[in-house]
C-alpha cells in the first residue's frame, strides 16, 4: 500500500504528498487493523463447534 500512496503523492502534491505517504499509508492500515479487530470480537468471523468438528474430519481424510 505505501507504494501507491507515494506515487499519488508525488503526484498530487510533490515533495510533500511523498514525505506524508508513510503516515497517510500507517493510519490507512491502523483503520484496517481496527476494522478486523472489531469484527473478529463482535462474532463476525466466529464459527460453530459443529462446524470446526467438520473441518477437522475434513482435514483427517
Given at each position: 500500500?505505501?507504494?501507491?500512496?507515494?506515487?499519488?503523492?508525488?503526484?498530487?502534491?510533490?515533495?510533500?504528498?511523498?514525505?506524508?505517504a508513510?503516515?497517510?499509508?500507517?493510519?490507512?492500515?491502523?483503520?484496517?487493523?481496527?476494522?478486523?479487530?472489531?469484527?473478529?470480537?463482535?462474532?463476525?468471523?466466529?464459527?460453530?463447534?459443529?462446524?470446526?468438528?467438520?473441518?477437522?474430519?475434513?482435514?483427517?481424510?
Open positions: 500500500m505505501f507504494i501507491p500512496v507515494v506515487f499519488l503523492g508525488d503526484l498530487w502534491f510533490g515533495l510533500g504528498g511523498i514525505i506524508w508513510l503516515t497517510i499509508t500507517e493510519v490507512a492500515l491502523l483503520l484496517v487493523g481496527l476494522v478486523m479487530c472489531l469484527a473478529s470480537r463482535r462474532g463476525l468471523a466466529e464459527g460453530s463447534p459443529e462446524r470446526a468438528e467438520a473441518a477437522l474430519e475434513e482435514a483427517g481424510e
